[in-house]
Each structure stands twice: as C-alpha cells, then as structure tokens.
C-alpha cells in the first residue's frame, strides 16, 4: 500500500528567501529607527527614515536576490548543456561514471552498472543531472520566485516597527520599539522553524540574538553621533 511522506526540502528557496527578507526587514528598520530615535530625532522624522529604509530595502533585497539566484540557475543551465553534450560524445564513460557514483553509495559493480543502464535509458540527462550534479526540479534555482518572496516579506518585516513608532508614546518609544521588535523576530523564528522543521527554541534564540545586536550596536550609534533634527 503506498503511503505519503510529508517532506519539507521543497520549501526550501521561498522558505530561505522569505526568512531572509522578513528578518532583515524587521532588523534592519527597527535599528534604522531606533539609531534615528537614538539622536533625538522627533517622530515624523523617525517615520520618514523608516518608510525611506522600507522602499530601498524591499529593493534592494529583490534585486540581490534575483541576481544571486540568477547566477546560480545560469551556472546550473551552463552544466547541464555541457553534460547533455558530454552524454551524445562520450556515453561510455558517462555510464562509467553513474556507474561509479552508484557503487559509492553501496551497490555492488554489476547492480550498479545495471541501474546506470536502466536510468540512462529512461532519461540520461535527468539521471547525470540529479546523481552527478546534483541538480532536481525540487531544488532548482528559482529567481523570480526568490526575488518576490525577499522583497514582499522584507516590507512586511519593515512594516512592524514602523507601526510601533506610530502607535507609541514619544517617551517610550525606544524601549517599546526594541522590545515588540524581539517580539516580533521571536515569532519568525518560531514560525521558520516549524515550516522547515528545525528545532523551534535554537531558532528563536538566534534569530533574537543578532537583531538584539544589531539593535543595540545602531542605537550606540545614534546615541554617540546623534544630533537632534
């Protein structure tokens, strides 16, 4: 009777990419905001830095990672013609070397040259693509998608502390920021790890630890340099 495996490895590049982008979109707009704040700054003032860091960064994290994930489909499309010309020129040692990856992994030398056989005769390229170079529709890079889930969830990142400056008081501003900032960072890790399946508190205590850094390192920052707007 065959039954259904729930796996997670297909998540894996929006899920990279949407981590990514949120993490960033919180981290880096709350420690725009409050290195702002930090120079005595007054709120509109705070706001407009803060919607100015949304914009560029939802930008700037499409268009880097479009162009990384780009360069990796090229470098994936550029292998797999070289091994599709590789299979029409030399088929022997194409099979030789299936063959080989085969026996490495366990199979005696005649099992293994069967399974090249059968394999290379349903789909050569596919079976060269996923064994030797390790490249699967699963796993293939995916630009546009990667580039829309960085972007979009970098904004809505952004957006939370940038509510928060809204809504609190001038006099708690700072403490209130920084805090539903690890708020909101500790539910991300929370929610990555239980879509990717890792361990839910070592993700939590990461992903709060270097915003709280970064956070705080800004904040140093403004609190040095800062001269009141």
């Known amino acids: ?7 997670r490895t297909h998540r894996t590049g929006w899920l990279r990419a949407s981590v990514l982008g949120a993490n960033d979109g919180i981290v880096s707009t709350a420690s725009l905001l409050l290195g702002v704040a930090a120079s005595g700054a007054a709120t509109p003032a705070i706001l407009v830095a803060g919607v100015a860091g949304l914009v560029a960064g939802a930008m700037s994290m499409a268009a ?7 360069s990796q489909a ?4 550029a292998d797999l013609l070289r091994e599709k010309q590789e299979l029409v020129e030399k088929p022997v040692q194409e099979h030789a ?3 080989s990856i085969y026996v490495g992994r366990g199979l005696d030398e005649d099992l293994a040259g069967r399974v090249a056989t059968q394999l290379m005769a349903h789909d050569s390229l596919g079976a060269h693509a996923r064994d ?3 490249i699967s529709d699963t796993l293939a890079a995916k630009p546009v998608q990667a580039a829309f889930a960085s972007a979009g969830t970098f904004a809505l990142g952004a957006a939370l502390p940038l509510v928060m400056v809204y809504l609190l008081p ?3 501003l700072m403490w209130g920021l920084a805090a539903s900032s690890l708020v909101f960072l ?5 929610l990555a790890a239980r879509a990717g399946g890792s361990p839910v508190l070592v993700s939590v205590v990461r992903v709060t630890f270097w915003g709280a850094l ?6 140093g920052v403004g609190t040095l340099f800062g001269v009141a707007v």
């Open 64 to 70: 880097g990672e479009y162009v990384s994930v780009r």
């Open 214 to 219: 970064a956070m705080a390192l800004t904040a």
């Open 97 to 99: 070397e299936l063959k």
């Open 132 to 134: 030797e170079l390790g």
């Open 1 to 7: 009777m065959r039954h259904r495996e729930s796996h």
């Open 170 to 172: 001038a006099f708690m």
């Open 186 to 190: 500790a539910v991300l890790g929370f």
């Open 74 to 77: 090229d470098t994936e499309r």
